[in-house]
Structure formats: C-alpha cells, structure tokens
C-alpha cells in the first residue's frame, strides 16, 4: 500500500485525534534532519543521541532532551530509531537503559535503520506480548531526501499500526509503502540496495572505458541518458563521477553494510547473488583502501585507481 505526503498529517493539525509525542534515537546525517522534519510538522519532540550537540540543536528548535534511550521512550508514544547498523539497533533497544526498559504498553517502535530482515522480525515478535506495535521502516533518499522531507519509505508491519504511524512517516517521506508483514521493510531496502550499488558499478565501468578509449565520458553520459541504459545513478552519480566530487551524500562504508545484509539475506532465503557479492567484495576493498568516508560514487575512483 502507497500514501502519497499530503493529506496525511491528520494528527499533527489535530483534525484525527491528539497528537503523539515522537521520540527520535539517532540524529547523524538521515536522523537529524528527519527529526527536524517531524518537529516541523507539529510533532512535540524528544531526542537522543550519543553526542550532545544534534540534541541542543533540536532544543533549540523547541524539542525535549533525554538522557538515555529508556528515558525518550518513557516520554514517547512514538519512538523512531534512526541508527548505523543491527548491532546498534539491538544494543539500543534492548540493550542496557535500552527502549524496551521504558517503552509503555501502547506505544510504537519504527526502526527506521537499514538493517537485518530477521533482526526486524526478532524485535516484532519480542514486543508483540508487551502492546507495542512495531514497524520496520528504512529508507531511500539520502541526505538530500531527509533534509526535503521527501524520502522513500519501505515499511515492514500490520495494517492497523501503518496507519498509526502514516502521519509521522508523511513528515519525513513522499513515497510511503507499507509492502507486508514484519521484516518486510528491511527486504525492500536489502533489494534497494542492490540496485544502486550494482548500477553505480556498471556506470564507473562504462565511463572508465569511455575515458581510456579516448571517448568524452561527459558525452557518452548525455548519449546514454538520452536511451535505454538512462537512469538516476547515471544521471545524478554518473555527474558527481566526471566531476569527481566524492563528498558523501551516502558513504561508501554504509554501501558495504548495506550490501552485507544484502548478501546475508540472499543467502539465508537460497537467493542466488553472484553480482551483489561481486560488488560487495568491490566496497570492501574501496574501504579497506581508506576510501569508506567517501560518496559511494567513489567506486569509480577505485576503479580508476585499480586500472
């Protein structure tokens, strides 16, 4: 199921019934701007992070502080996790002061992080019996789609919590999809994933051979975009390339990541993944090279260092 942004901030402008108070864990380079999102949309907001000063930032826009990760779930009837990876996931929330410690029966947890399909069915299954509805909810957009209010939104839960949740996520998102049962989000997103990270490959290829066969890459790139081989990576990704402007949208190191539970993923459900393993192994040795703070993009660079 797909809702569309608008007309879908019902308890924000108080026309659905009171309004939620939105806890947010996790305020990096996606998770601040999607709280100052959720703020923005009439939210009264609580935030958490490890280092202070994304907080004070939200502070000052009006949201509340707390001190751990229990203590935002206590105050929250909606919290959102915004975090790098699985471990942390588990670690935050059900880790010592983690959110299962304070969460209260009624309450909602969206993990908006990419991360483990069966993590994500873990944790809906260890709240069902507590009253707290969960949802897997990662995202697509990068930095850009977080800070616009406009990312893509692939949510794994039940019907009844999704419309719950359906207001909050239309402050943070413009494409919203609630596309099955628990997990089902961090699937889409391990799928996702695949896709960009295979197609930024096949574009730093085709452009390095453009380039070393004495061929205008910025040529064959406005050649390309004009036929079947068009797309937003060569568009968008295939610019930054020619430009080798590397300054990270998305870093190189969470493409890896993501392309492990990827992997993992194929893996534990005897889907075949040759070229996601191909790729993956690619970003391990881009990162090991020292190159995992740069735009995932930088595979061409790699590339280009390689040949």
Not at 51 to 79: H, N, Y
Not at 181 to 194: F, H, P, R
């Amino acid at each position: 199921m797909t809702r569309a942004r608008s007309g879908a901030r019902g308890l924000a402008d108080g026309t659905a019934g009171p309004t939620p108070t939105v806890g947010v864990i996790g305020l990096g380079t996606m998770g601040l701007p999607m709280a100052k999102n959720v703020l923005a949309a009439g939210f009264p907001l609580v935030a958490h992070n490890r280092s202070r000063g994304p907080v004070d930032a939200l502070v000052a826009l009006g949201a509340t502080a707390a001190a751990s990760p229990d203590e935002l779930a206590g105050l929250s009837d909606i919290v959102i996790t915004v975090l790098p990876d699985s471990p942390d996931v588990e670690a935050v929330v059900r880790g010592g002061r983690g959110v299962a410690a304070g969460i209260r029966p009624g309450s909602m947890l969206i993990d908006m992080t990419t991360a483990s399909p069966a993590l994500a069915r873990d944790i809906a299954e260890y709240f069902h019996d507590r009253d707290v509805a969960v949802l897997d909810a990662p995202v697509s957009g990068g930095e850009t789609g977080a800070v616009s209010g406009e990312l893509s939104i692939m949510v794994g839960g039940d019907e009844d919590a999704y419309q719950r949740a359906l207001p909050v996520l239309a402050a943070m998102g413009k494409t919203i999809v609630l596309v099955g049962g628990a997990g089902a989000g961090q699937v889409t997103k391990a799928a996702n994933q695949m896709v960009v990270a295979i197609t930024i490959a096949g574009v730093s290829e085709a452009l390095l051979m453009a380039m070393k066969a004495g061929v205008d890459p910025e040529k064959v790139r406005q050649a390309l975009l004009g036929g079947f081989a068009q797309s937003r990576i060569l568009d968008l990704h295939g610019g930054r390339i020619l430009a080798r402007d590397y300054q990270p949208g998305f870093r190189s190191a969470l493409q890896r990541k993501d392309l492990r539970i990827a992997a993992e993923t194929a893996k534990a459900v005897k889907s075949s993944a040759p070229t996601t393993e191909l790729v993956l192994d690619l970003y391990g040795d881009l990162v090991a090279r020292g190159m995992g703070e740069l735009d995932h993009s930088a595979l061409a660079a790699f590339l280009e260092e390689a040949s």
